[in-house]
């Protein structure tokens, strides 16, 4: 737990993502189970117009050696908020460092975006890769 830096610790949201904000810690137990998180206020912005994109994000794994610490994740997903980025960039982009930095047995993230110009947009990344 000693390379815990931002739990318990004062600090601001980072500017950029980075998977560097990510921190991991031991599973405490070797057996198969689930984490599921929920973040409601998840936002970014349209790459093409600058305007704010919302979503709901859940992101489920079975952690396998790491899990990841949640205020690390917390700023992680904050420091989206200023990026311009299509959704289906984002989902992918959140799979990828979540994978690189606990390498889960299983890992899903589904990002649902709230509707622009009366179309919803739901994007879904997984490892492993479904067929």
């Known amino acids: 737990m000693d390379q815990l830096t931002l739990l318990g ?5 980072p500017d950029t993502p980075s998977r560097d904000t990510l921190e991991t810690f031991p599973s405490p137990t070797g057996r198969a189970y689930w984490i599921k998180l ?9 790459p093409v117009t600058g305007q704010p994109d919302y ?3 859940f992101i489920d794994y079975i952690p396998a ?3 990841v610490e949640t205020k690390s994740l917390k700023y992680y997903l904050a420091s989206f908020r200023n990026t311009r980025a299509f959704n289906e ?3 992918n982009q959140i799979a990828e460092d979540l994978h690189a930095v606990c390498a889960p047995r299983r890992l899903r993230v589904r ?3 709230a509707a622009r ?3 919803g947009l739901t994007v879904e990344a997984s490892f492993p890769e479904p067929l």
């Open 38 to 46: 929920d973040c409601h206020e998840f936002s970014s912005l349209c």
């Open 9 to 13: 610790h004062a600090s601001s949201f």
């Open 55 to 57: 979503a709901r994000l």
């Open 89 to 91: 960039a984002i989902v």
């Open 111 to 113: 990002g649902e975006f």
């Open 117 to 119: 110009g009366g179309i």
């Open 65 to 67: 050696e790491r899990c």
